[in-house]
């Protein structure tokens, strides 16, 4: 139990190393992919109004001691050195910090997030309507609108114009937080794991009166699109889906306040659109939520959190939208002593798994065979890694850039992003079509 606690914090320990040392001489923010949100931060005169990048872009407008990174589903979040919190993209639900007044065509300019003067943040995580941010003492603070329930302020608390204490958490030190379509899981420095907002299908475990399935997005297949891409006629079909679920759904089975979910000791957690993954201490890979696309991984189908059929040691974990991404400890040929690889479960209609093989069955992405992986993160329908020697492998969906590699075709394998030679990458993370890099300057 104590080496596995130890494994974990050193692999995160590597990362905020390698990015502290870096800042005293200076870090950009580059990103690619879609840039429709303006969660690229580009300004117009580089790609246009909402315009794309297909290859990494350095971010302009950005202090240049940015320590991290977190890309929420449709906009972006920087963390500077002295704490402060920079934000750009989408901002109808006023994530970004900086009001519902300001014009769409201020969305891709990055700039501070107002009302956190006196909180010096260490880390930031977003959804696609929330954001949050954490203090060095450990207290979470979040802004943004959630019908959710998925600010966690209390009960019909659905707006929060500027960023807010979430109480229910005083008293607790918050090291990581992680948002799905409407609920969200927060780890502590101790291991308690809490959650709130959306309740439905298990994915926040027991929490709730009981357990039910929900009528909205687990129910959503879009992978019966016969193009062989995600259309916007099919993004749109989806969102009419939940439009017209909601309307149906009279009385949503939500949490409105962070809870105490009992019986488990966590060192790492993940949300995706409606499942989550959680790390226990003892290095069980638990999972719950909805299952559609296998990406619970397990053949026990109940509700509720359970261990995920993997044959291999987790140590890290992350989920796109429908398909769940483990850093795991695996032989290689290549690495004397083992490497740490990737192993991938669910959707997979873009090939975002990066291998061949049932899709519920978490089975290893070969193409990264050799490499040492530090990071993973996935996206609606992409997927992207950072290795021990700063190389960046995407794989997956294709359209708008989102994959780094100059054009819009689909990558069944992971691909490296020979563009970024010369460049020490940091940090690297998804939104949902987009993607943000941390580099040395």
């Not at 995706?272 to 959680?278: A, I, M, N, Q």
Request: with cysteine.
């Amino acid at each position: 139990m104590r080496l596995l606690k130890s494994v974990v914090h050193n692999h995160v320990n590597v990362l905020t190393s390698r990015i502290f040392m870096r800042s005293a001489s200076g870090t950009a923010v580059m990103s690619f992919g879609d840039g429709s949100q303006g969660a690229l931060g580009m300004p117009t005169s580089l790609t246009g109004v909402g315009g794309d990048a297909y290859e990494p872009t350095r971010v302009p407008g950005l202090p240049s001691d940015v320590t991290s990174v977190s890309a929420g589903h449709y906009h972006s979040l920087a963390i500077t050195n002295n704490g402060a919190v920079w934000a750009w993209g989408r901002n109808n639900e006023v994530q970004l910090g900086r009001g519902a007044l300001e014009s769409r065509a201020t969305w891709n300019d990055p700039k501070r997030v107002e009302g956190l003067d006196q909180v010096n943040v260490c880390a930031a995580f977003a959804s696609g309507v929330v954001s949050s941010a954490i203090g060095d003492d450990g207290s979470l603070w979040v802004w943004g609108k959630s019908k959710r329930g998925q600010l966690g302020l209390g009960k019909d608390i659905t707006a929060a114009i500027v960023p807010s204490r979430v109480e229910a958490l005083a008293g607790e030190k918050i090291v990581k937080v992680s948002f799905g379509w409407g609920h969200a899981l927060a780890q502590t420095e101790d291991g308690k794991l809490f959650g709130w907002g959306y309740s439905a299908d298990g994915r926040i475990g027991n929490l709730g009166k009981a357990l039910e399935s929900s009528p909205l997005d687990s129910n959503i297949d879009i992978s019966s699109e016969s193009d062989q891409e995600i259309s916007s006629s099919t993004i749109e079909k989806a969102q009419k889906l939940v439009s017209e679920g909601m309307e149906k759904e009279k009385d949503m089975p939500i949490i409105w306040e962070p809870s105490l979910v009992e019986g488990v000791e966590v060192v790492h957690i993940a949300c995706g659109f409606d499942h989550s993954l959680v790390l226990g201490r003892n290095g069980v890979l638990l999972s719950c939520g909805s299952n559609v696309y296998g990406q619970l991984g397990r053949e026990k189908q109940d509700m509720g959190m359970f261990p995920v059929d993997i044959n291999f040691h987790p140590v890290s974990i992350s989920s796109g939208l429908g398909h769940s991404l483990a850093i795991c400890e695996v032989r290689s040929s290549n690495v004397t002593g083992g490497a740490r690889g990737i192993v991938s479960w669910g959707w997979n209609r873009s090939s975002q798994l990066g291998r061949m093989g049932p899709d519920n069955v978490p089975l290893v992405v070969e193409g990264l065979e050799g490499e040492n992986v530090v990071s993973v993160s996935g996206g609606r329908a992409h997927s992207m890694a950072l290795t021990s020697m700063g190389e960046v492998w995407t794989w997956g969906f294709g359209k708008n850039g989102r994959l780094g590699l100059g054009s819009s075709s689909d990558e069944a394998e992971p691909m490296l992003l020979d563009c970024l030679e010369g460049c020490e990458v940091l940090q690297a993370v998804s939104g949902f079509d987009h993607n943000l890099l941390l580099v040395a300057d």
